[in-house]
């Protein structure tokens, strides 16, 4: 009779914590608005950083990437799930060029995991302006318009980056 109780007793405990468990951190569903280039504000994500050799920090999986006006937008995971996420996007202030003569930036996502050693695979969609990169490029070539490829380490493939 006392396993019984004791059980029963387990049993309503563990219920009553499940009802009042927080809600699940999910990330927020996109808008279905969206921008065409000319009405994307500069301030549409995280500055671009520009580093002498920027190197990766924590571990990150990109699964896609994307450009919305003048906002890079990656598809990410990664371990955690105890501690706040930062991402920055790094860039050496130089450009390469492809077998088509084009410019080539090549970037680096560096990941602050700060500390979290959970194990919870979680989701992120970090935005970074691209904004130094276009004026660099006007810079450079005397154009207030063109193009770059953006190589960014750990994407499969690159993005192409319009202004």
């Known amino acids: 009779m006392r396993r019984l109780m004791w059980s029963a007793l387990v049993v309503s405990g563990l219920f009553a914590a499940c009802a009042?468990?927080?809600?699940?951190?999910?990330?927020?569903e996109p808008s279905a608005e969206t921008e065409s280039p000319a009405e994307?504000?500069?301030?549409?994500?995280?500055?671009?950083?520009?580093r002498s050799n920027p190197q990766p920090?924590?571990?990150?999986?990109?699964?896609?990437?994307?450009?919305?006006?003048?906002?890079?937008?990656?598809?990410?995971?990664?371990?955690?799930?105890?501690a706040e996420h930062s991402y920055a996007l790094a860039w050496d202030g130089t450009f390469q060029t492809n077998a088509a003569a084009e410019p080539v930036a090549n970037l680096v996502v560096i990941h602050n995991a700060n500390g979290d050693r959970c194990k919870a695979i979680k989701f992120a969609e970090p935005r970074f302006d691209l904004s130094a990169l276009s004026r660099a490029l006007a810079d450079k070539s005397g154009n207030s318009s063109g193009s770059v490829e953006l190589v960014v380490q750990g994407l499969a493939e690159p993005v192409r980056y319009t202004f």
């Open 20 to 28: 009042h468990a927080p809600a699940k951190d999910e990330p927020a």
């Open 40 to 50: 994307a504000k500069p301030s549409d994500g995280e500055a671009l950083l520009v």
């Open 57 to 82: 920090q924590d571990p990150l999986s990109i699964e896609s990437g994307r450009v919305e006006g003048r906002t890079l937008v990656l598809n990410v995971s990664h371990g955690g799930g105890c």
